[in-house]
């Protein structure tokens, strides 16, 4: 039966065994650790919804080119709608939006950095 916790998490066995959970990454657990999991806040796949399957399965790309190019096509679109509930009162898009429309979390520091680029890039 596979488990999913809300966080990275290790859990020993009074069997011996341990188990290394990572956020929201499926992991099979063998049903003698079952209850111990389920005791430390594990969640059993089969009983979670359609939309926090989803959010387990992360579409979030490692390579940094690409996570620039997502970004910058986010900040286009928010820049052309030119919302103000979708910009601190930096200029910078809120992290909220961000992940919402990416469909992964970002952490501020990243989104800084790039969003310094792409402004750079626009007045080029």
């Given at each position: 039966?596979?488990?999913?916790?809300?966080r990275?998490?290790?859990?020993?066995?009074t069997?011996?065994?341990?188990l290394?959970?990572?956020?929201?990454?499926?992991?099979?657990?063998?049903?003698y650790?079952?209850?111990e999991?389920?005791?430390?806040?594990?969640?059993?796949?089969?009983?979670m919804?359609?939309?926090?399957?989803?959010?387990?399965?992360?579409?979030?790309?490692?390579?940094?080119?690409a996570?620039e190019?997502?970004?910058?096509?986010?900040?286009?679109?928010?820049?052309?709608?030119n919302?103000?509930?979708?910009f601190t009162?930096?200029?910078?898009?809120h992290?909220?939006?961000?992940t919402?429309?990416?469909?992964?979390?970002?952490?501020a520091?990243e989104?800084?950095?790039?969003?310094?680029?792409?402004?750079?890039?626009?007045?080029?």
């Amino acid at each position: 039966m596979k488990f999913v916790m809300n966080r990275d998490k290790v859990i020993a066995s009074t069997m011996g065994l341990s188990l290394a959970f990572e956020k929201n990454i499926p992991m099979d657990v063998p049903t003698y650790m079952i209850r111990e999991v389920m005791a430390a806040g594990g969640v059993a796949q089969e009983d979670m919804t359609d939309d926090e399957v989803l959010a387990t399965t992360s579409t979030e790309p490692v390579d940094p080119a690409a996570r620039e190019a997502a970004l910058f096509a986010v900040f286009e679109k928010l820049t052309l709608r030119n919302q103000r509930e979708d910009f601190t009162a930096g200029g910078a898009p809120h992290n909220a939006v961000l992940t919402k429309e990416l469909g992964w979390p970002i952490h501020a520091k990243e989104r800084d950095v790039a969003f310094a680029k792409f402004r750079a890039g626009q007045t080029d």
